[in-house]
């Protein structure tokens, strides 16, 4: 929730984009992760003392969630980016940035992007949700 606070400090002067199916989607991603972690591993268990098909269940969801976070057409002007929340920034270098199909929009000052972004991002989140719950 910190890189999503840090777009809605950035968008605080404008309505142009509307983050509310972003927020839920993280929200509802981060309950999910909650719920595989106490699946997982709790102070109660360890994951030797885990079913071997539950711990197989843990580990294909967290091995596998990464995936959910890829955009099928990638990022604006770069499609050969595909995930949603990380990819380095188009005038960083190397350096990554969170969120950067909303990100890249917003500096480019091109907010019916940045909300096509949010909502293609909002999209895969709660994929990444739904694939924990799973």
């Known amino acids: 929730t910190k890189y999503l606070s840090h777009i809605e400090d950035e968008l605080k002067t404008t309505d142009a984009v509307n983050l509310q199916n972003l927020t839920r989607a993280v929200e ?20 030797l003392e885990l079913e071997p098909a539950d711990l197989d269940d843990c580990n294909e969801k967290l091995g596998l969630a990464e995936r959910q976070f890829l955009m099928e057409n990638g990022l604006p002007r770069r499609q050969w980016f595909k995930h949603c929340l990380q990819a380095p920034g188009l005038d960083l270098g190397y350096a990554a940035e969170a969120f950067p199909g909303i990100q890249q929009a917003i500096n480019e000052g091109n907010y019916s992007l940045a909300q096509e972004q949010v909502m293609l991002t909002a999209d895969r989140v709660l994929a990444a949700s739904v694939w924990l719950q799973g």
Not at 28 to 47: D, F, I, N, P, R
């Open 28 to 47: 509802s991603y981060k309950q999910a992760a909650a719920k595989l972690h106490l699946k997982c591993s709790s102070s109660e268990t360890s994951s």
